[in-house]
């Protein structure tokens, strides 16, 4: 099956930085690469999704980037703040299920 | 409006009892997910129904069996609770069709402790 790597497990960074979260994916046939963000006591939210025909696509201060060949995916958050402040995951799909990485902790310290 | 809902926020239970989780979603979704979230914060699927039909059934216990009376509604209930099922439960709800793309909207979760 999908076997979905993130690194780093813990990001701590100043505000007004940039964060980048990196995942890999095994299985070349997986075709959509959403990443959530959970807040403590809450559900995964969807902040930034990327189709396997996209190279990369960005939404304000929030990016992601795919590589196909080297099947890799990364998240880059520019201008951090306090609030972006979570646990990061990224995950790789072939149809219905999506394979979640191990998520990444972000600390945006003020 | 609340999109995708479960009951019981939190459910603490001793070890051998059967109980269930309630999962409704208004968004008109075809397609509904049980995830398990467990201390380390992984997130697994463990099943998912497409209009009333199993499609998904990871390598779960027997003891966990998934109902869906209709296409929005996922329960899941548990037969002989064991500690180690002590997690947090996500329903999710996507309106997709196999092979495309796949946005998934989760619940608040369910904290289960097993005593």
């Known amino acids: 099956g999908e076997n979905v790597e993130q690194h780093p497990s813990t990001l701590s960074v100043q505000e007004g930085d940039s964060a980048v979260i990196k995942c890999t994916y095994s299985?070349?046939?997986?075709?959509?690469f959403p990443w959530y963000k959970q807040e403590l006591g809450k559900g995964p939210q969807l902040i930034i999704d990327?189709?396997?025909?996209?190279g990369e696509k960005k939404d304000q201060r929030i990016a992601v980037t795919l590589n196909k060949t080297a099947k890799h995916f990364s998240l880059h958050i520019t201008e951090t703040q306090p609030e972006d402040s979570a646990v990061y995951f990224c995950?790789?799909?072939?149809?219905?299920?999506?394979?979640f990485g191990k998520g990444t902790s972000l600390l945006v310290t003020p | 409006d609340t999109a995708v809902s479960q009951t019981p926020k939190y459910l603490v239970t001793q070890m051998g009892n059967d109980k269930s989780i309630k999962c409704e979603q208004n968004?008109?979704?075809?397609?509904m997910y049980w995830y398990k979230q467990d201390s380390k914060k992984f997130l697994k699927i463990m099943f998912s129904?497409?209009?009333?039909?199993?499609?998904i059934n990871e390598t779960v216990p027997n003891r966990f069996s998934p109902k869906s009376p209709d296409k929005a509604h996922l329960n899941l209930h548990i037969n002989s609770l064991e500690l180690g099922d002590s997690a947090v439960y996500f329903c999710?709800?996507?309106?997709?069709?196999?092979?495309?793309?796949?946005?998934?909207?989760f619940g608040p979760g369910t904290r289960l402790t097993v005593l």
């Open positions: 999710a709800s996507s309106q997709d069709v196999e092979g495309t793309y796949n946005e998934q909207f």
């Open positions: 299985d070349s046939a997986s075709n959509y």
């Open positions: 990327i189709r396997s025909n996209v």
């Open positions: 995950a790789a799909s072939i149809g219905y299920a999506l394979n």
């Open positions: 968004l008109g979704h075809d397609t």
């Open positions: 129904y497409n209009n009333k039909e199993l499609i």
